[in-house]
Structures are given as structure tokens and as C-alpha cells.
């Protein structure tokens, strides 16, 4: 990742760390239009400190590379449960409905020309309700009977399981399928040469989206699911 310093053009951090637009927004800071200017001159325009806006966006780069840095696969049932809910069900928690506004602006402001993103927005609802329905389910009901069956892998348990785990892993190939489509119609997430900051970001967050779920799905599906299957 570039070396981000309170030099660095706003554009050019959003661009390098998506999830920085959530910051900017909330700070105020035009990361769009106007985001072709150094983080520091930005800062000052909205009388903050660069330095400590600096520290913000790297607390972002930090939380993001740590995640990117382990490999889970050798975790043991409880340790691999814990990461998948923290690293994944969390930030999906967190990522969208902090998505969602940038998605609805960009639908509002480009569908008429760009009508292709009225079914982004449609997607990316059916995405949300979907995944936010399938984690919730997961750490209520799933993953407690699952860690409850690798402990005692009783003949009770493994008929309960079994059907919730194919059932989990149907909604995994639906949400691999929708996430097909958005990459399809996006033209594999790159935007127009004249599109905007917002329309931008946007696409660079939804396709850390796809790449987030995608290795979520693989430590359910193929690391989580096989040891259930294994003791199956």
C-alpha cells in the first residue's frame, strides 16, 4: 500500500483505503469533487489537526492489514468461530449500512445516465439482508451447535447439524451468485473514466466486499464445515 502521509491527495487516499470515506464523511472533508487536494489542506479547511486525521485514516490501514496478515486455517474450532465472527461478521455489520448510503447517492446521482447502477442498488439490498440474516443465524443458533458437536460429537447433534449446515452453505452459493453479478455489471468493479470520487469508492468497496465474503465463505465452507463433516 502506498506510504500515506498528510501530503497525500484525499482522492488518493480513498483510493488506496476505501473505507477512509467513512471518516472523511463524518469529518466533512470532500473526498469527491473536491478531493484532488493534499489531507493536510483539506484538514485545515475544516480547522483539524492533519496530523491527528493522519492517525485516524492509519488506524484504518492497521485494522485492515492485521486482518489480511493470519492465516486462520490452523486455528483451533473455538479460536477459527471467534476470528470468522470478529473479521467478518462484525465488519459486515459495520460495512453495510455504511455502504449503503454511498450506493443510494451514486444510484440517485448517475442512474439515469449509468442505469446499470439502479440494479447495483437493488443487489447490494438483496446482498445486505441476506448476509446480515445469515450471520445473525450463524452466531445464535449454528456455530454454538456446531462447537457443541466437535466438543461431543454425539448421534443427538450430528442429525440437528446436518441440515443446518447444508442449509448454510446453499445461502453461500446464493450470496456467490449475486456477488457474480454485481462484479458482471460493474465490468469487474472498474468505473468510467469520468466517474466521480463517490462512484469510485463505491466500486472499490464493493469489491473488498466480494473479496471479504469470498474468504469468509472458504473458511466456513471448507475449513469450519469439513471438520464437522470429518467428525460426521
Do not use: W
Not at 469529518?27 to 485516524?56: Q, S
Not at 496478515?69 to 473455538?78: A, M, V
Not at 449500512?97 to 449509468?114: D, F, M, N, Q, W
Request: aromatic residues 8%; proline residues 5%.
Amino acid at each position: 500500500m502506498t506510504q500515506l502521509t498528510i501530503d497525500t491527495h484525499v482522492a488518493d487516499i480513498v483510493s488506496a483505503l476505501p473505507q477512509s470515506t467513512d471518516l472523511f464523511r463524518k469529518l466533512r472533508i470532500d473526498f469527491c469533487c473536491g478531493g484532488k487536494i493534499a489531507l493536510k489542506e483539506a484538514a485545515e479547511a475544516r480547522h483539524l489537526n492533519p496530523v491527528e486525521v493522519l492517525n485516524h485514516i492509519k488506524e484504518i490501514e492497521i485494522k485492515q492489514e492485521r486482518r489480511d496478515s493470519f492465516d486462520p486455517t490452523s486455528f483451533g474450532d473455538k479460536t477459527l468461530v471467534a476470528y470468522i465472527q470478529e473479521n467478518y461478521h462484525e465488519s459486515l455489520r459495520e460495512e453495510l449500512p455504511a455502504l449503503s448510503p454511498y450506493i443510494t447517492k451514486v444510484a440517485r446521482v448517475h442512474g439515469e445516465k449509468s442505469p446499470h447502477l439502479l440494479r447495483v442498488q437493488e443487489i447490494f439490498r438483496e446482498l445486505r439482508t441476506e448476509l446480515l440474516e445469515h450471520t445473525e443465524d450463524e452466531d445464535k443458533n449454528v456455530f454454538p451447535l456446531i462447537l457443541e458437536f466437535l466438543r461431543n460429537p454425539t448421534d443427538e447433534l450430528k442429525e440437528e447439524l446436518r441440515p443446518r449446515v447444508f442449509e448454510l452453505e446453499e445461502e453461500h452459493e446464493n450470496a456467490g451468485k449475486i456477488l457474480f453479478e454485481l462484479r458482471d455489471i460493474t465490468n469487474n468493479f472498474v468505473p468510467p473514466n469520468d466517474a466521480c470520487g463517490t462512484y469510485r469508492a463505491v466500486y472499490a468497496r464493493l469489491e473488498q466486499l466480494e473479496k471479504d465474503t469470498f474468504n469468509h465463505v472458504h473458511l466456513e465452507n471448507n475449513v469450519l464445515f469439513d471438520r464437522v463433516r470429518q467428525a460426521i
